[in-house]
């Protein structure tokens, strides 16, 4: 069953996108970590393993939104990346496994010798993993 929320809240200055759910569930998706999750095919690829890990993300801003329909949520970065589109059950997803997600994100990253900072080394291609 689709969870779509109630209100959404785009939370400049804490860098946060804010989900509240009727049911009382609330989520706080930091900018950096919706940025590197983007659903796109720039960071998950067209198939499996073809993924970009996303790197010097850090101070990534969200600068705007458009709703989709009436089922996802485009977003605008301030690093020009809009082509996600972020459905409801991919904003769940990534609410109930925001922890999981971003240890996975950091593992990746160390292991690359990438860095989230914008000035740290970058990557180019390479896998994205799961």
């Not at 804010?18 to 706080?28: A, I, K, P, S, V």
């Not at 983007?38 to 393993?49: L, Q, T, W, Y």
């Not at 925001?98 to 994100?105: E, F, G, T």
Request: glycine share 14%.
């Amino acid at each position: 069953m689709t969870q779509r929320p109630s209100d959404i809240r785009i939370r400049k200055q804490s860098r946060l996108l804010q989900l509240d759910y009727d049911d009382g569930t609330r989520f706080e998706l930091p900018f950096e970590f919706l940025r590197v999750w983007s659903p796109s095919a720039e960071v998950r690829g067209h198939g499996a393993g073809s993924g970009t890990l996303q790197t010097g993300k850090k101070d990534v801003v969200v600068t705007g939104a458009d709703m989709v329909g009436n089922y996802a949520l485009k977003l605008n970065f301030s690093d020009g990346h809009d082509s996600g589109l972020f459905t409801w059950d991919y904003l769940w997803d990534l609410g109930q496994n925001q922890q999981a997600y971003w240890q996975d994100y950091l593992q990746r990253l160390e292991a690359s010798g990438g860095s989230r900072e914008a000035g740290g080394p970058q990557l180019f291609g390479g896998p994205q993993g799961g």
